[in-house]
């Protein structure tokens, strides 16, 4: 079974400038989740979606981030304009309900840093 | 506030040593908990969960955790560690219904000692 797949796995911008995260949930997983990993601190959940409508987005920046799940498939991560604390690990994750008792499938992440 | 708590940074164990990675959590309710690995260059990976019955739960690669509803603890255990058992543990937890999402601790960084 393939597994959550993320790209790219590291980039690299200046403060002030865009960049977009994709993710690609196990086949069949009808959640996926973004989260935010900081140096030193645990996953901090940014949105859920389930299938293709948003569940919790509570702790998302939306004055800089934006996130979508056309179809109920993959899913983009945007930060447009990046802030030097936007430094950290973007994750995206899957799981096969949103039950809260369903285990997730993280993907390898991508390692955002901002110059 | 609901809140998640990994007191050590770090564990040091030998080898063939039993090991504990300890947690404790603040939350509304009785939620459902989790362990999580990290190993380097790798994502998250399941280990186990506690949804209810048996306080007592087993896992993957033969760790297990122990429930302790009094003192709202989850902490992970192994009878006999192991090198490739060095990694970063995450404790995360999720409400029954409704209200907070999962909520994840710090990590504890896991050392195994040859």
């Known amino acids: 079974e393939a597994g959550v797949a993320q790209s790219p796995r590291y980039k690299i911008i200046e403060k002030r400038q865009s960049v977009a995260f994709w993710c690609n949930p196990i086949?069949?997983?009808?959640?996926l989740y973004w989260y935010q990993q900081i140096l030193g601190q645990g996953p901090k959940l940014l949105i859920q979606?389930?299938?293709?409508?948003?569940?919790?987005d509570s702790q998302l920046p939306k004055d800089r981030f934006s996130a979508e799940r056309l179809k109920g498939v993959d899913s983009t991560l945007k930060i447009q304009p990046a802030k030097l604390e936007d430094s950290a690990v973007y994750l995206c994750?899957?799981?096969?309900?949103?039950?809260?008792?369903?285990?997730?499938?993280f993907g390898p992440g991508t390692r955002l840093t901002v110059l | 506030a609901q809140s998640v708590a990994q007191p050590e940074d770090q564990v040091n164990v030998a080898e063939g040593n039993p090991l504990t990675v300890k947690c404790t959590y603040s939350?509304?309710?009785?939620?459902?908990l989790f362990w999580y690995v990290q190993y380097p260059n790798r994502g998250l990976q399941f280990l186990l969960k506690?949804?209810?019955?048996?306080?007592l739960v087993k896992g993957s690669y033969g760790f297990e955790a122990e429930f302790n509803k009094s003192q709202t603890s989850f902490h992970l255990k192994k009878p006999s560690a192991l090198v490739s058992d060095s990694a970063l543990y995450f404790c995360a937890v999720s409400p029954l219904t409704g209200g907070f999402k999962t909520i994840f601790g710090a990590g504890t960084r896991l050392f195994v000692k040859a």
């Open positions: 506690y949804i209810t019955g048996d306080n």
């Open positions: 939350v509304s309710g009785n939620p459902y």
């Open positions: 086949s069949g997983h009808a959640t």
């Open positions: 994750a899957s799981s096969l309900t949103g039950t809260n008792f369903n285990e997730q499938f």
């Open positions: 979606f389930q299938n293709n409508g948003v569940v919790d």
